[in-house]
């Protein structure tokens, strides 16, 4: 008899502090009973009785009357940590499904939650084999989700590379050369040497850059390299009194590009690299004129 008293007494006081919690729902919202805060309302510290009777229901303790009670509250969760996952991954996959991945941006917010430093957390606890399963399995099965978003962008564009230069050569490669499918593969390009010289690119895409045919990390310098060495050759079979503004070797018009040289280095645009390759070829001089 005692002990029913007990469980009496007690489901009144749980029904008491249910009767606070409508009231204190009647003037704010769920978001400012969080268990981090000390929320008291009339003596009672409902963050901490509702975390409470939680821990009930989980594990079979709490009275079978009070049940419906609690369901009743609008906006009421016995697991509200998951139920909350489960709204935000909810969001995701309908954004994604509505706008692409793509459309993700590092500010993209919806319900109050940034979505894209929610999926780096979870992708980050995944690393750390700590993500529930439960979770990893909603986020795998949602279409074109990710664990490692990064290296597999890259992975994409080494493919459009390798067909763009398969299909075109490296010589049309500009820095806003469009690949086939629409995606801006020369500024990528661009971007991936950038990051190359400041120790920022991955080492596995530099490796696989470097597999492809052609590659280069400093094109603009193998270009002035070539070029000079096709003057060089030009020079050494035919002399410099054969050159003239219309002479070609290998395709290449060298004499054009004497003249734009040194029209260059006249006005002080011209790189004092490139300077010093042109002076590094004999018999070469800045006053010598090419003929038309």
Request: contains cysteine.
């Amino acid at each position: 008899m005692g002990r029913t008293l007990v469980r009496k007494k007690r489901d009144d006081e749980d029904k008491y502090k249910l009767s606070l919690l409508r009231e204190f729902l009647a003037k704010r919202d769920w978001a400012a009973l969080s268990t981090r805060r000390k929320i008291r309302f009339r003596g009672v510290n409902l963050s901490q009785w509702i975390a409470g009777r939680r821990v009930s229901y989980r594990n079979g303790t709490i009275s079978d009357s009070l049940i419906p009670l609690f369901e009743a509250i609008p906006g009421w969760s016995w697991y509200p940590v998951r139920d909350r996952q489960r709204k935000v991954i909810d969001n995701l996959r309908s954004f994604a499904r509505r706008n692409g991945w793509d459309a993700l941006r590092h500010d993209t917010m919806i319900e109050g939650i940034v979505l894209a430093d929610w999926c780096k957390a979870r992708r980050a606890e995944c690393r750390r084999k700590v993500l529930p399963r439960w979770i990893a399995r909603a986020l795998a099965a949602i279409p074109g989700w990710s664990w490692e978003p990064f290296e597999d962008a890259h992975r994409t564009w080494l493919r459009t590379l390798r067909d763009h230069v398969g299909r075109h050569g490296w010589h049309e490669l500009r820095l806003h050369t469009l690949a086939s499918n629409g995606s801006k593969i020369g500024q990528w390009v661009t971007s991936v040497r950038l990051k190359h010289r400041s120790g920022q690119l991955p080492a596995w895409v530099s490796a696989e850059l470097e597999k492809i045919r052609g590659w280069t990390w400093e094109p603009l310098h193998d270009r002035r390299a070539r070029k000079l060495k096709l003057l060089r050759r030009f020079v050494d079979a035919k002399g410099w009194e054969r050159l003239t503004r219309s002479s070609v070797i290998d395709g290449f018009e060298v004499g054009k590009w004497v003249v734009y040289c040194r029209d260059r280095y006249r006005t002080g645009a011209l790189s004092k690299a490139l300077a010093r390759g042109f002076e590094a070829i004999p018999g070469w001089s800045w006053r010598i004129v090419v003929r038309r």
